[in-house]
């Protein structure tokens, strides 16, 4: 069974940095150092914020063999995610290989900040988010380390009680990588969130605050706007809620979602909600009129369009043997991953895996990606207009 979920649900908790190490340093190890359950290689893990979001993070993390520890402001939720199996310890660990700083969007770039100029902080360690805007907050922390994330997962339950370490299996990870990102940073972050079950997408910050304001923002406001609507006229109607069949249900659930995550979001991406607020009203005005004039022809149009675009969110995976690699050789030269991976999704192009394979002479190297094979013509053509000659292969062929 299909559990569904809201697609916001960040911690409703900022935390405060510790000094605590809480677990004495050994080797220093990529994400990470023993096998974990999926056969990645497990590390160390700091959640900062361990509301649903961080939590579940912590919990994911922990049950593929990493050592997880963390903070959060509010008294006792840190040491309740301890007593769930959210975290190993209450702290910050310094030599941690991932930092997720899973705080209200409001109070992220302040912790990022922090995390980045701690003086024994590991100094390759990658600082990722979860806020549901982007733009601002990557354009204010311009740092390497830094990759910009957002995992459109959530639940009907919140707070760290609401914690699952399932929460983002086939859920859409976006990461923000900018001309500034580290591409071993980014290609590592990717790597785990792959491993935790994730579908990562990368997109400019300002495109994935424009996008997610469609898709997530503006639905969340409209479902809140119609149960409030309802909540409404149910003092005057006392039979309207029980009447409330599957389709109300479905379409109001995500009013359930925390609430006092949405005024700051709606803040930092509020040019982006307005302009898509003030497209759904036209569009509901256009359908006012249609419902009015008793315009059938038209009302059954939208009506058709719209159920063939919902049917066709269905998610496909394509099958081993539908994949192939697309090699690209690559100047080593700033901004040159995100250039392409942000490509790639801008053509709705899935990039499986990824990998970077260095030349021996330093200033070049090959980028390699693993995609649906219907879709590598693609992209290949749209590189080649970017000047990256690129080429495809099967799988593990030699270039």
């Known amino acids: 069974m299909t559990t569904s979920r809201p697609d916001e649900e960040e911690p409703d908790s900022t935390p405060t940095t510790s000094t605590d190490d809480p677990a004495p340093r050994g080797d220093r190890a990529e994400p990470g150092g023993a096998a974990g359950a999926g056969g990645e290689r497990a590390g160390r893990a700091t959640v900062i914020g361990t509301g649903l979001i961080g939590a579940s993070i912590g919990i994911a993390l922990r049950s593929r063999g990493w050592r997880v520890t963390g903070v959060d402001h509010a008294p006792g939720v840190a040491g309740r995610a301890v007593t769930i199996g959210a ?91 900018t001309a500034l990102t580290d591409p071993m940073a980014y290609t590592r972050l990717r790597s785990l969130l792959v491993a935790l079950g994730a579908n990562v997408v990368a997109l400019p910050p300002a495109q994935h605050d424009s996008l997610v304001a469609v898709v997530s923002h ?53 040019g982006a909600i307005v302009e898509t607020l003030d497209l759904l009203i036209d569009a509901l005005g256009t359908m006012r009129a249609h419902v009015a004039d008793h315009d059938h022809a038209e009302l059954l149009s939208v009506l058709t369009r719209a159920a063939t675009a919902r049917r066709a969110l269905a998610a496909h995976v394509p099958r081993p043997d539908g994949l192939v690699e697309v090699r690209v050789p690559v100047p080593d030269r700033t901004g040159v991953l995100a250039e392409i991976t942000t490509l790639a999704a801008e053509l709705g192009v899935n990039i499986v895996d990824l990998e970077i394979a260095h030349s021996v002479e330093g200033d070049r190297g090959v980028l390699v990606m693993t995609v649906d094979r219907r879709s590598a013509g693609t992209l290949v053509g749209a590189l080649a207009t970017r000047g990256f000659r690129s080429s495809t292969g099967e799988l593990g062929a030699s270039s």
């Open 87 to 177: 975290l190993d310890a209450e702290g910050i660990d310094d030599d941690a290989d991932v930092v997720f700083v899973a705080t209200p969007v409001r109070a992220a770039e302040a912790v990022i900040r922090d995390v980045l100029g701690r003086p024994g902080r590991r100094p390759d360690a990658i600082v990722t988010d979860v806020g549901s805007v982007k733009g601002p907050l990557v354009a204010a922390v311009d740092h390497p380390s830094f990759v910009g994330g957002h995992p459109m997962a959530g639940s009907e339950q919140v707070g760290v009680d609401g914690a699952n370490g399932e929460l983002f299996v086939g859920a859409t990870w976006v990461l923000t990588p």
């Open 218 to 270: 503006v639905p969340h406001l409209t479902a809140a706007t119609l149960m409030d609507l309802a909540a409404g006229l149910g003092q005057e109607h006392a039979a309207l809620l029980q009447l409330a069949a599957g389709g109300f249900r479905d379409m109001t659930r995500i009013a359930a979602g925390q609430p006092t995550i949405w005024p700051d979001i709606c803040e930092d991406n509020a």
